[in-house]
C-alpha cells in the first residue's frame, strides 16, 4: 500500500486551472521534493492529499483511504506543516505544544519539547511576541511531534537562520530512518538536493518532470567544440551516454557514472574548448521553468518517469 496516490488529480477555480492531470504515486520511506514557482499548484495538490479542497476530477488516496470519502481518517496518519502556519497569538509556546499534542491522535508532548529545545526555542515566549523565525520554530515543534506515518512540510526553513535550517533537514532525516514518509515542498534547490530521494517539478498546474536524486549526483555535461562528426561508440558504458551535435560542430554529452570511459572517447576526437560540469536541479528547474524545454535534459518527462 502507497503512503500517497493521486490519480489523474485535478482542481479547476472557474477558468483558472490551478492542477492538470496530476497521476503520481510516492514509495513509502522516501524523503519526497516537491518543487516549482509560485502559483505552480503545489499547495493546491497539499491540500488536495488533505481533504481541505475537493478536487474537479480524480482521485487522492492517502493509505489505502480514498481523501474525498474519508478525510478525517486521513489526517489522523498526517503530521502537516503548512507554508503560513497561523498560531494563536495568546498563547505560551509550552501551552501551545500541549494543546496540539492532545489534538493529534500521536501527539506527543515530549517529542514535541525536544524538537523545540533543539531549535532553540523559548518555551515559555507568548506567541504575540514571537519573531517570525521563532514562530516557525513552534510550528515545527508541533508537526514533528506526533509519530505520523506520514509528515508533510510545506517550505518547513522559511525565515530560519543557516543553522537551524541544517537542524531542520536533520530532523527530515530522523523521521525518515523512523520508516516515516516526508512529502517536503521548498524553493531551496540545495535542500532539496541534500533531504530527498526524488523530487517532481510542477509547471502552470502540470507535473512536468519526476527526477530521481540520487541519477544527478554521478551526472555530468561535457561541452565543446569539434570539426568532426562525433560518433559513439559500441561499449556497454555508452548506454549512459547522450551526444548531441549541431551543424558547426558545437556538442554537448550528457553521462552518468565514471567519467574515465567518456573522456578516453573523447580525447580521440579533434576537441577544442571543452568544459565539463556536474548536473545540478538548478540547471534542470531553469530549463523545466523558463524555457520549458524538456529534450535538452535527456531525462523523461513525467509521464514516461512517475
Known sequence: MLPVETHHLCKQFGEFHALRDCTVAVEEGIVFGLLGPNGAGKTTWIRLLLGFLHPTSGTAIIFGTDVSIDSVRVRQQVSY????????????????????????PLGDVQRSIAVAERLELDLNRR??????GMRQKLALAVVLGPRSPLLILDEPTANLDPTVRGEVLVLVHEAQREGRTVIFSSHVLSEIEDVCDRAVFLRRGELVLSQPIDALRDRHWIRGSCSQRIQLPDQSWSS??????????????????????????????????????????????ENVHRSGDLSVLGILAAEDAV
Open 81 to 104: 506543516l503548512p507554508g503560513d502556519a497561523c498560531l494563536p497569538r495568546h498563547m505560551k509556546a509550552r501551552g501551545l505544544i500541549e494543546f496540539f499534542a492532545s489534538m493529534h
Open 127 to 132: 506567541v504575540a511576541f514571537m519573531s517570525t
Open 240 to 285: 549512459s551516454v547522450i551526444l548531441q551535435q549541431d551543424e558547426q560542430g558545437a556538442f554537448m554529452v550528457d553521462a552518468s557514472g565514471e567519467l574515465a570511459d567518456v573522456l578516453r572517447w573523447l580525447v580521440g576526437y579533434p576537441i577544442s574548448g571543452m568544459r565539463i560540469e556536474p548536473v545540478r536541479l538548478k540547471t534542470i528547474y
